[in-house]
């Protein structure tokens, strides 16, 4: 149970890895800095609201890159990290509370 707890949590950490995460809101991105209001007289604010959604994406990006990099950044991150996880979820589901009998 441990063991597959543990390859579980191992793909999970993996499919998170900044790389996939840009890539799978690259779209979203896109689609919400284009430009819709060319020619009128928003275009200004339509401009400055653009350049603030970029600033907040790359700033969001980055930081999430460092945490990922610290918690989950290398192969021995990633395994000690779901290996906790798998302690807790397990340890969690065996632990009985008699106070709620």
């Not at 009128?40 to 969001?60: M, N, Q, V, Y």
């Not at 918690?71 to 969690?92: D, E, M, N």
């Amino acid at each position: 149970m441990y063991a597959s707890l543990a390859r579980f949590g191992y793909g999970l950490a993996k499919s998170l890895r900044p790389s996939k995460v840009k890539k799978l809101l690259a779209p979203a991105l896109k689609k919400s800095t284009e430009s819709k209001m060319a020619g009128t007289k928003l275009a200004g604010a339509e401009k400055t609201l653009i350049k603030g959604i970029k600033g907040t994406a790359s700033t969001g990006y980055k930081g999430y890159r460092k945490l990922y990099g610290a918690t989950l950044g290398t192969s021995g991150a990633r395994k000690a990290t779901s290996a906790g996880l798998g302690i807790y979820g397990i340890g969690s589901f065996l632990n009985e509370d008699d106070s709620e009998y």
